[in-house]
């Protein structure tokens, strides 16, 4: 009878021992940091997990099922570790920060008034050219649309980067004739503004240019 009694309560103590024990269960995505165990009498898919946060360790955490297959390691920092409030030490700092911005606005809204009127205007030539006379030192340009009004007091036409006289041709009053520099070498830029805003800027290589014989037009005398 004693006997029987002594192995009951090794059988109990066993029991017990057991019941009280978890087994630690492998995650089918180890995370690091990340302790599971199984939960007795729950069918061996509830888990309960231990997770080490840099302030310490969180948990027991109940989970139904394995938490590496849904959840990863950021997912453990931002749920169950302690954020450092960071924003709030930021944003003291960036409260001056507005008053520079006062000092670059006036000079944005300064450019845009100087940029915008030269851009205003419509392109004056075709940037073709018609004749190119070497020895007569004359070229003729052609217009985008004939304008026999056009004063040439409003015209300031480079070639080369040196002034050239211009005026629209009697005879055609398609095109605009200018007076070549001297000593010129091909290829040329030329740019053209009238009442001083840029309307034609482009390269002209030269071609057709030749010696002429043949007499040109003389230019006709303003005002």
């Not at 070498?185 to 034609?200: E, H, I, R, T, Y």
Request: aromatic fraction near 8%; glycine fraction near 6%.
């Amino acid at each position: 009878m004693r006997k029987n009694l002594i192995l009951f309560m090794m059988f109990s103590t066993f029991v017990v021992t057991m019941c009280g024990t978890f087994p630690e269960r492998e995650l089918a995505n180890p995370i690091d940091g990340l302790s599971c165990r199984a939960v007795s009498g729950s069918g061996q898919r509830a888990m309960e997990c231990f997770y080490t946060c840099p302030e310490g360790t969180v948990g027991p955490i109940l989970f139904d099922g394995d938490p590496s297959l849904s959840l990863s390691k950021g997912d453990f920092e931002r749920r169950y570790c302690e954020a450092v409030p960071q924003f709030t030490s930021t944003a003291p700092p960036s409260s001056p920060s507005p008053s520079p911005s006062p000092i670059s606005s006036p000079t944005l809204k300064a450019t845009a008034t100087v940029v915008v009127p030269v851009t205003a205007q419509d392109p004056l030539l075709a940037e073709t050219v018609s004749m190119c006379d070497l020895g007569g030192k004359l070229i003729n340009f052609r217009l985008l649309e004939p304008d026999p009004e056009l004063n040439p007091e409003t015209l300031d036409v480079q070639i080369a980067g040196q002034d050239s006289t211009c005026y629209v041709n009697p005879t055609n009053p398609s095109l605009l004739t200018c007076r070549l520099p001297n000593d010129l070498s091909f290829p040329v830029q030329v740019v053209v503004k009238l009442d001083g805003a840029v309307v034609n800027d482009f390269l002209y290589t030269g071609l057709g240019c030749s010696i002429l014989t043949t007499p040109t037009s003389r230019p006709r005398s303003y005002p």
